[in-house]
């Protein structure tokens, strides 16, 4: 096949109920792009689609011999729970071995000789008290678990690699002097995401109503490593119920990384069973990148996210196909600030 043909598949997530349905995968299959329909092999769409699902097998093999070499990972969960979900998807990258919380009574260097990475996992919102912010309709709060979890940080060497998913994202994005916007919508549920080094698209799962906010903080202290790639949420309310004051080049995070304590925060949930194995290898990826540095960080495209860019006003708008009909567009609260 053709490279453009090949770019056109890795950066497209196709829905997975189709992958193994060569009927539902020819319907697709007629709406895409002209030159790559052209260009994939065979005579006809059902032709088509059984060479594109030989394709993926392919693919998917190739995912499973690239981690079969596992290397061991020692982690601490902050919050002291089994987490049987995150822990079985660090498993299919690493051996993990999960470490006791009777660490914490010991000095800092034996922290740092037997934990190889500290998880923050989902759960209640940040009390908002540890960001200078009112406590808005929506939020709900467990400000044990924040006190316990805050003690753990400030015990933690700030480059011991810490990985925040969901919630546990949100309170690392606080820790590093970062906000919180109190209420979105739309966030419940698979959406594309678009990461800022390279460009490409991924299908994410969410289930959060509040949302990371770095932006207060100097650029050196953050970096925007994805970003929804259409704006999902028509609110971004503040602990007044009342509409957040929003940068005029405002994206709306999705993962953020923070040099200084060499935390990684992924807003949605890779580690769940529905979250593309295309996404959830990529998220192994980046961990790779930002909190162990075993591989170098690519340098970005000149068209990847500029903040000194302005946002286009008019709206976002996804090209349709059978199995989506979803529309986004730029959220009016956007429109007026930048009018």
Request: include cysteine.
């Amino acid at each position: 096949m053709k490279k453009e043909v090949i770019n056109y598949l890795d950066n497209h997530v196709f829905p997975q109920n189709i992958l193994n349905n060569p009927d539902l995968l020819s319907k697709y299959v007629v709406g895409m792009p002209g030159l790559v329909y052209q260009n994939i092999p065979g005579h006809g769409s059902i032709e088509k689609a059984l060479f594109l699902i030989e394709y993926f097998e392919r693919r998917e093999d190739k995912i499973e011999q690239e981690i079969v070499e596992k290397r061991p990972l020692r982690i601490l969960i902050a919050d002291n729970t089994k987490s049987h979900e995150y822990v079985d998807y660090l498993n299919t990258r690493f051996d993990v071995t999960v470490v006791n919380h009777n660490i914490l009574g010991d000095n800092t260097k034996r922290l740092s000789q037997e934990v190889d990475l500290v998880l923050f996992t989902g759960g209640e919102d940040v009390n908002p008290a540890l960001y200078g912010d009112k406590r808005g309709s929506w939020t709900g709060v467990n400000s044990r678990r924040d006190d316990y979890e805050m003690m753990i940080y400030e015990k933690l060497p700030f480059d011991m690699p810490k990985l925040g998913i969901c919630r546990g994202g949100q309170f690392l994005t606080v820790m590093n002097g970062g906000k919180m916007i109190q209420d979105v919508n739309n966030h419940s549920g698979n959406h594309k995401i678009t990461h800022v080094g390279s460009g490409q698209v991924y299908e994410i799962t969410s289930t959060h109503h509040q949302m990371m906010f770095p932006f207060n903080l100097p650029d050196h202290r953050f970096e925007l490593v994805a970003h929804s790639q259409y704006f999902q949420s028509t609110k971004y309310l503040n602990g007044n119920d009342e509409e957040f004051d929003l940068p005029k080049d405002f994206l709306e995070p999705e993962i953020i990384y923070y040099p200084e304590s060499n935390s990684l925060c992924i807003q949605g949930h890779p580690e769940y069973n529905h979250c593309p194995e295309k996404t959830k290898q990529w998220c192994f990826k980046l961990m790779d990148m930002y909190l162990f540095k075993t591989i170098s960080i690519p340098p970005k495209k000149e068209e990847s996210y500029n903040r000194s860019k302005p946002l286009p006003i008019k709206p976002f708008i996804e090209s349709k196909n059978p199995f989506s009909q979803n529309t986004y567009k730029t959220p009016e609260v956007l429109i007026k600030k930048k009018g």
